[in-house]
């Protein structure tokens, strides 16, 4: 959503086409150099990011209707090392973009001011990969990828998803993880959210963590499940994308953003 309403709206769509939309219909269409995998907008700067194959995050300006200088990631190897980018967050407290990598198990953070790394993230390979009797992992040039993001409104904490079908949740001034999740069915992680108010239990931080079988709610600070969501049942209180009885995206509410008193405000924000 590109308002605090419904009206405009920016989609990615499968042929790398992305298209903006009011209240009346299609507005606009461009297209990116390589098939997309996420979108994310900020509203500050009026920059929305696209993440694909490569180690590129492709930046349209909605507020000149351009494209800007894209975000150029590297690994530990150089720019050969990003495989692609599967997800986009941007903090709703402090604006900090996080990208979670395909391939290589980590997590760019970077600040939209300077355009530039701030830190990197390494997910614990040893306790999500497959270990043998003696505990090591059994592969290690297996692939370890993030597959979904999800930041709290505190600022301070994110859950992160991973191919091995694992939740983390980390407290951005630590580099372990305060617990960790395991689906059951080995599937990527597709979304993930923290669900805030409307309980005693909600208020104390709650999180819904979906692969393409099972939604999951569970309290952060135990980990203990509360009973699982299947596609095959009713879901009445959550909007669930299903395509072939598989779930594709689920989320409790539209995710409200921190106030935006101080940002600057462009005569026109289509």
Known sequence: MLSDDWTKS????????????????FHYRTRIPRFGRSLAYHFSSCDAF????????YRLNLDQGRFMSPLV???DGGADDI????T????PA?????FGIEGNGTIQFWDPRSRSSVGVLRLPRSRLLPTGPDGSVVDMDMGLSVTAISSRLDGLSYAVGTSTGHTLLYDIRATRPFAIKDQGYGLPVKNLCWIEGGSRMAGDGMVLSADKKVIKIWDRNSVRPFPSLHVSEMLMFYFVALDEFCIHHACDRLKPRAPRS???APHDRQ
Request: proline letters at 0%.
């Open 10 to 25: 920016i989609h990615l769509q499968n042929d790398r086409t992305i298209e903006l939309h009011t209240q009346g219909g």
């Open 73 to 75: 990631l590297h690994g």
């Open 88 to 91: 986009i967050d941007i903090n």
């Open 50 to 57: 696209f993440s694909a194959s490569g180690n590129e995050i």
């Open 262 to 264: 101080w940002e600057w």
């Open 83 to 86: 495989l692609g980018v599967n």
């Open 94 to 98: 402090h604006q900090l973009l996080a």
